[in-house]
């Protein structure tokens, strides 16, 4: 069983950092695509940023700069650096991978990531 957790998220104010962690089990996720995706009260989910199983690095402009995606293939863990955060970086921030391995093409839409975290919750006070 393919199972996705966040961690890491909380309030912090404008222009403060977090970390986000992704633990993943139940698949060889080194052969997948793993993304972050975010969604605020009244408001479709959105791409963050992915990493491709190759390890290339994908970031939504609205977080270039900012963030920064990384993962750990011998733990099993993807995190999410978060810098200079914020207001309408607020949001439930979910973690995700892709259901197909060894993708040529890189996806940036939800549509495609079969598995999902729970979410966790990130505030940014102004």
């Known amino acids: 069983q393919v199972q996705l957790v966040e961690s890491g998220g909380g309030l912090v104010q404008t222009g403060g950092s977090l970390r986000l962690s992704c633990a993943a089990s139940?698949?060889?996720?080194?052969?997948?695509?793993m993304g972050w995706f975010r969604q605020a009260p009244g408001k479709e989910r959105e791409f963050v940023a992915v990493?491709?199983?190759?390890?290339?690095?994908y970031y939504a402009d609205s977080v270039k700069g900012r963030f920064t995606i990384s993962r750990d293939n011998a733990k099993n863990t993807m995190n999410l650096q978060m810098n200079n955060l914020k207001p309408e970086d607020t949001a439930a921030y979910y973690c995700?991978?892709?259901?197909?391995?060894?993708?040529?093409?890189?996806?940036?839409?939800?549509?495609?990531?079969?598995?999902w975290g729970q979410g966790t919750q990130v505030t940014v006070s102004s």
């Open positions: 995700a991978t892709y259901r197909l391995s060894y993708t040529r093409v890189v996806a940036t839409t939800p549509k495609g990531y079969d598995y």
């Open positions: 139940g698949r060889t996720f080194s052969n997948y695509d």
């Open positions: 990493i491709s199983w190759k390890g290339v690095t």
